[in-house]
């Protein structure tokens, strides 16, 4: 199976502009979620889509939304871009039946805001 | 909250030589997941090893394996016969089971780990 992909690999932007981020799960995969890294932060959660539907929300705010489509494949928009949105943003899909199943990761977004 | 705690930053290891990168995590949940994960400089996030914490048996994935200590809340990765291209960052992670599979991952700081021919 092809793993997940995420485009574009990288992005540069202006303050103020808005971005659209996109994420292919792994075929059969029902849930996504995206992760923020930075430097400073680390790693945190943004959202979780499944079947269409946003199961979980991290503590970002509502600049960051996100959206599913019915393949599964899913897009997150950030508006009105800040410096601090500077980041690489990881999607990780999972079938989305239990808890203890694995998330698997795209190889990210990277994004620079000037 | 759960919080997760990898103490370090960095560390390194003489090839074949054998690592152990320490997590400790804090909850008050009884049913939950751990992870470690593997981000080399290519950015792909890789899972190495998981645990389910209801089950008392360490996992174990070839070289790599992890002592879970559930009353101490301490979840570390020991790596065997280290290789260079275990070089990477290791990320500790949790996972609140929610009785379906949501809940995100908690994810500690991370360590970067070295390998030294």
């Known amino acids: 199976k092809a793993g997940v992909t995420q485009t574009p690999r990288y992005l540069i932007k202006t303050r103020g502009q808005q971005v659209t981020l996109s994420c292919s799960p792994i075929?059969?995969?029902?849930?996504v979620s995206w992760y923020q890294q930075t430097p400073g932060q680390g790693l945190q959660f943004l959202f979780e889509y499944f079947s269409e539907t946003q199961r979980n929300k991290g503590n970002f705010p509502g600049r960051f939304s996100g959206r599913q489509f019915s393949n599964s494949r899913s897009e997150m928009n950030v508006s009105t871009l800040e410096l601090g949105d500077s980041a690489l943003y990881l999607c990780?899909?999972?079938?989305?039946?239990?808890?203890?199943?694995?998330?698997?990761f795209g190889p990210g977004t990277r994004l620079l805001v000037l | 909250a759960q919080t997760v705690t990898q103490s370090q930053p960095e560390m390194s290891v003489q090839e074949a030589e054998t690592v152990t990168l320490s997590c400790t995590y804090d909850t008050s949940e009884s049913d939950y997941y751990l992870f470690w994960y593997k981000q080399p400089p290519s950015r792909q996030m890789i899972l190495v090893i998981r645990q389910e914490a209801y089950k008392q048996q360490n996992a174990t994935e070839n070289r790599f394996s992890v002592n879970f200590q559930k009353a101490a809340k301490s979840f570390s990765l020991k790596i065997s016969d280290s290789q260079l291209g275990d070089a990477a960052m290791y990320f500790c992670a949790y996972r609140r089971n929610y009785g379906g599979s949501q809940g995100n991952l908690i994810f500690g700081k991370g360590t970067k780990l070295s390998v030294k021919p």
């Open positions: 075929s059969g995969h029902r849930s």
């Open positions: 990780a899909s999972s079938p989305g039946s239990s808890g203890g199943e694995t998330q698997y």
